[in-house]
């Protein structure tokens, strides 16, 4: 069964330092990834999703992340931290076939000056 | 624009009465889901609908109910057989076929007294 674990439900970085939050899942199928983000009291926005083209994806907001079958990941980076990308951020996994995502915990990020 | 939309934002209610959440997409999506949000806990289906007049469980249907009786609109009624109903609410639509790639509503803030 497909499942996702995202690693830390807290990141504190400074503006402008580098992010980095973890994703690892784990899928009988190849998988469909996802990094949604999420403001406080709205609902989720997609960032950026990987579909087996290229491992590494490009998002909005300047945010990528890179698929790694053998390390089973993927992580969400961003060279450079803003204020505003304080939020919530979620990874996610095509359930495979069952047309369901299956949804890690979450991973709160604060940025400070 | 086409979007999902939820209503209302924030909804009070007091403990042992059902009330209705609302949505509404004008995507043109086949899928439509309900998730519950508390905090920590990241998202957990309640249940999902494919196509008209069809819906399944998800990982928490009890002390829920849907409809879906026309392919823009999945009310989801909380019942008061649940028992901590306090919590967001949001809800989603997908092309089942497009890599289950999942649109978010803004959600509804739901406060049993």
């Known amino acids: 069964a497909q499942s996702v674990t995202q690693l830390g439900s807290h990141v504190s970085v400074s503006e402008g330092a580098l992010v980095l939050l973890r994703c690892n899942y784990s899928?009988?199928?190849?998988?469909?990834l996802f990094w949604y983000v999420q403001y406080p009291n709205q609902g989720l926005q997609l960032l950026l999703k990987?579909?087996?083209?290229?491992?590494l994806v490009k998002g909005i907001n300047g945010f990528e992340a890179e698929f790694k079958k053998s390390e089973t990941s993927f992580h969400l980076t961003k060279p450079s931290a803003h204020m505003s990308d304080a939020a919530e951020y979620f990874c996610?996994?095509?359930?495979?076939?069952?047309?369901?995502?299956?949804f890690g915990a979450g991973t709160r990020l604060a940025v400070h000056p | 624009d086409g979007g999902i939309t939820q209503s209302p934002k924030y909804l009070f209610r007091k403990e042992g009465q059902n009330v209705t959440l609302s949505c509404e997409q004008n995507l043109n999506h086949d899928a439509m889901y309900w998730y519950r949000q508390d905090p920590g806990q990241g998202l957990r289906l309640i249940y999902y609908s494919q196509i008209v007049n069809d819906f399944q469980k998800g990982d928490i249907a009890e002390g829920y109910s849907v409809s879906r009786e026309k392919k823009e609109s999945f009310p989801l009624t909380v019942t008061s057989a649940q028992k901590n109903p306090t919590a967001f609410y949001l809800c989603?639509?997908?092309?089942?076929?497009?890599?289950?790639?999942?649109?978010f509503g803004p959600g509804t803030r739901l406060t049993v007294l």
């Open positions: 996610a996994v095509d359930s495979g076939g069952y047309n369901k995502l299956i």
């Open positions: 990987y579909t087996s083209a290229a491992t």
């Open positions: 989603a639509s997908s092309i089942p076929d497009d890599y289950n790639e999942q649109f």
């Open positions: 899928s009988s199928v190849p998988p469909y």
